[in-house]
């Protein structure tokens, strides 16, 4: 494959990232509603703990750990972001 085939295919899987992260935008929402009613707290070390650590176990590279946590602190930052936007 060329540049342009690369580039094609990280156009593909970039739009595959972006209807995963709005899937992933309208669970958090749910789960926002669901600790309002409820009078839970929006962030959740433990869960958030959780999640790097399955994270982490499950990444098989290139990205290293660091990569995953800077990425999806992130991510994660903004889900909680959406949850206190009521």
Not at 24 to 50: C, F, L, M, Q
Not at 71 to 77: D, G, H, V, W
Request: overall charge negative; proline content about 2%.
């Amino acid at each position: 494959m060329d540049i342009a085939d690369w580039r094609k295919k990280i156009d593909a899987i970039d739009q595959e990232v972006l209807r995963l992260l709005n899937e992933r935008a309208h669970a958090a929402n749910e789960i926002g509603k669901i600790k309002e009613t409820i009078h839970a707290a929006v962030y959740e070390p433990d869960r958030e703990r959780a999640i790097f650590e399955n994270l982490h176990k499950t990444n098989q590279g290139p990205l290293t750990d660091e990569d995953i946590t800077h990425i999806y602190s992130e991510i994660i930052a903004i889900m909680r972001e959406l949850q206190t936007r009521r």
